[in-house]
């Protein structure tokens, strides 16, 4: 992997110059390592060739730390009654192509996720990124429910992409169910972590309050401290007034525990 910084906002009052920081991937092999630094595949720009990773304030599941919530629960018994069964299929071993898949995920970027977010021709893009290996295909009595796009290596699962039957949002809390079971799943097949993209603003607080066994990259190593976390989300969307270096109120301490 090759790790390369690029130059972003600059603050000289108080001495605070962003770098965006990059990582690229040059083997498949890599992609546990990638992971683990707290980057996540960034595929905003369609012209780029390579898989391009962003460092994040990344969420993960420690499984070896996770069990079922109440509200896993509950949202189970809303689902028990489809009987819906899940399917884990590498990706060169499912039809991209077929309409069905196709129809199916375009009317979910329509619906949820809009246009100017998720065209088509990006989501052919992501496909195509050799980073996601599998499709978690959910159906129902033949019928298709949902899918998730899924990076898998060694010991863990990033759960990347989701798409479900709205139909079923509101009613049985689908979106948050397939989170469940594709942790679930993950857990009983022996892997060690999942990660779940990227922790921010308020919108990311559903993800906190499921689950259990929950770490976020803070930058330089994964923290379990999660009301930390649930402040930062909070606060995302106000002014600050530094970096979070320079906000501390006990800074030495925090150099000393480096």
């Keep these: 992997m090759k790790i390369f910084f690029s130059e972003n906002r600059v603050d000289y009052s108080n001495y605070t110059f962003d770098y965006a920081i990059y990582c690229l991937k040059e083997t498949q092999e890599e992609l546990a390592g990638i992971y683990e630094k707290g980057f996540l595949p960034y595929t905003g720009d369609l012209s780029i060739e ?38 884990v299929i590498r990706k060169e071993d499912f039809n991209l192509d077929d309409p069905a898949f196709t129809d199916f995920c375009k009317a979910y970027i329509s619906q949820r996720i809009g246009d100017d977010n998720m065209s088509l021709e990006r989501w052919q893009y992501i496909l195509s990124r050799e980073t996601g290996t599998h499709i978690l295909r959910f159906t129902s009595e033949g019928k298709f429910l949902g899918f998730i796009l899924g ?108």
């Design 151 to 258: 990076a898998m290596g060694d010991g863990f699962l990033h759960y990347w992409f989701a798409f479900f039957d709205t139909e079923y949002m509101r009613t049985h809390s689908l979106g948050k169910w397939m989170m469940w079971r594709a942790i679930r799943w993950a857990k009983d097949n022996g892997l060690k972590y999942v990660y779940l993209g990227t922790a921010y603003k308020p919108s990311a607080l559903y993800k906190i309050r499921d689950h259990k066994g929950l770490s976020y990259f803070n930058g330089h190593q994964w923290s379990k401290d999660v009301e930390r976390l649930k402040e930062l989300c909070k606060t995302d969307l106000e002014a600050k007034e530094a970096d979070q270096f320079k906000l501390l109120p006990d800074r030495n301490t925090f150099l000393k525990n480096l």
């Design 50 to 87: 390579g898989d391009i990773f962003y460092l994040a304030r990344s969420l993960r599941v420690d499984l070896e730390n996770f069990d079922d919530t109440s509200e896993n629960r509950r949202v189970n018994r809303l689902v028990e009654p489809l009987r819906i069964e899940l399917e």
